[in-house]
Structures are given as structure tokens and as C-alpha cells.
T-cell receptor, first 114, second 115 residues
Framework: EADIYQTPRYLVIGTGKKITLECSQT?????MYWYQQDPGMELHLIHY???????EKGDLSSESTVSRIRTEHFPLTLESARPSHTSQYLC?????????????FGPGTRLTVT | QKEVEQNSGPLSVPEGAIASLNCTYS??????FFWYRQYSGKSPELIMF????GDKEDGRFTAQLNKASQYVSLLIRDSQPSDSATYLC???????????????FGQGTILTVHP
């Protein structure tokens, strides 16, 4: 069972505001991921991290940034929110096991930018 | 061609029937495969994973992998209305390099189980 938390669960914010979406996991997983998903659409990887001080951009270009100062914490920041950032943001974590990397997802943050 | 492609949906089956969900992948480097269930408005939940050719059973779920045909499937026996959700297939590689630990997701198949 995965213990991965995201806050806030829902956020409505005006254009131009700076926002930080929080993601924490208590499993000591080295690898963490951020996905973006619009309703009824595919998951898109926007950032990932293989450990402390390691961050990489994902397959989908995003104006957001991430940091990984502690193993358990992987926040995502938008410096200036725009309506095009309206989406669901999902955080996940994994650790290597024999055969693969099972990713476990947090509950998500639904962001609406007005 | 998408790297991971799922059979087009939506798929509708009667309660008690077997639901068959299919997935093909193009990257022969993919070695591990995962099935996630996602209810509307919720986050994906891992329900099955398979790394070796053949079948893997867990309760009402059976995952099948055929690496030669680059084909993965999920069978749900005795389907229940609570199984109605979007099912996501994902492939990953265990090799080193930039893809290590990353998953590539399919577009999902919507399953509806009607009473």
C-alpha cells in the first residue's frame, strides 16, 4: 500500500498567481514523478526525479518547475499561473524491484486557473 | 505510432462476463508492464503487473504478456459494475539510461459493466 500525499486536493486561483503543489511520500522511494492529465485524456509525464538534487523534465513540455531537497518531498511550482495550466496534477513514486518499477499515485490536485 | 496503444473503447460487458482489455507496445526494450484502474475523477490505482511471458493471475484478474508479439492483455472474470472504470496499460524498461524507471502509458480503455 502506497502512502503518498498531495495538497491541496483542489485549487482555484487567479491568473498570474504563483502556486506550489505539494507532494510527499513516506515510503523512502528514491524515484518520484509528476504527471498532468486533462479529463478523459492521457497521462503526460512533466517532471521526474531519481533522488535528492536530481530533477529532469518529462515528455510533455511544462512551464512548471520542481525541486527535490528531501527524499520524501517533491513540490511543483508554477511562477505565474495561466488558464492553460488548468488540469489535474498527479504525483507518483516508485522504487526498483526485481523486474520493474511499480509506480504508486497520490490522490491528485485539481487546479483551475481563472 | 504510439509507443503503447490500447484497444479502442469504450468496452461494454454484462455483469458476470469476462472483460478483455488489450495493449500493444512498440519498444522492444520494454520489459515490465502494468495495468492501472482509474475511476472518474480519481488517480490511477495499480492492479496488476507482469514481467515475464505468460499469464499471471490475481483473484478475478489475469494479466497476459507475449513479448514476441509485443502484446499485453488484462482479463477480468465475473465482471462487476464496480469494475467500470478506465484501464491504463503502461510499459517500462529496467535498463539504464534516460528511460530507467519511467513508464509509458496508453490512452486508456473505458470499461462499463452493466447489470
Amino acid at each position: 500500500e502506497a502512502d503518498i500525499y498531495q495538497t491541496p486536493r483542489y485549487l482555484v486561483i487567479g491568473t498570474g498567481k504563483k502556486i506550489t503543489l505539494e507532494c510527499s511520500q513516506t515510503m523512502g522511494h528514491d524515484k518520484m514523478y509528476w504527471y498532468q492529465q486533462d479529463p478523459g485524456m492521457e497521462l503526460h509525464l512533466i517532471h521526474y526525479s531519481y533522488g535528492v538534487n536530481s530533477t529532469e523534465k518529462g515528455d510533455l513540455s511544462s512551464e512548471s518547475t520542481v525541486s527535490r531537497i528531501r527524499t520524501e518531498h517533491f513540490p511543483l511550482t508554477l511562477e505565474s499561473a495561466r488558464p492553460s495550466h488548468t488540469s489535474q496534477y498527479l504525483c507518483a513514486s516508485s522504487e526498483p524491484r526485481t523486474g520493474g518499477h511499480e509506480q504508486y499515485f497520490g490522490p491528485g490536485t485539481r487546479l483551475t486557473v481563472t | 505510432q504510439k509507443e503503447v496503444e490500447q484497444n479502442s473503447g469504450p468496452l461494454s460487458v454484462p455483469e458476470g462476463a469476462i472483460a478483455s482489455l488489450n495493449c500493444t507496445y512498440s519498444d522492444r526494450g520494454s520489459q515490465s508492464f502494468f495495468w492501472y484502474r482509474q475511476y472518474s475523477g480519481k488517480s490511477p490505482e495499480l492492479i496488476m503487473f507482469i514481467y515475464s511471458n505468460g499469464d499471471k493471475e490475481d483473484g478475478r484478474f489475469t494479466a497476459q504478456l507475449n513479448k514476441a508479439s509485443q502484446y499485453v492483455s488484462l482479463l477480468i472474470r465475473d465482471s462487476q459494475p464496480s469494475d467500470s472504470a478506465t484501464y491504463l496499460c503502461a510499459g517500462g524498461t529496467n535498463a539504464g539510461g534516460t528511460s530507467y524507471g519511467k513508464l509509458t502509458f496508453g490512452q486508456g480503455t473505458i470499461l462499463t459493466v452493466h447489470p
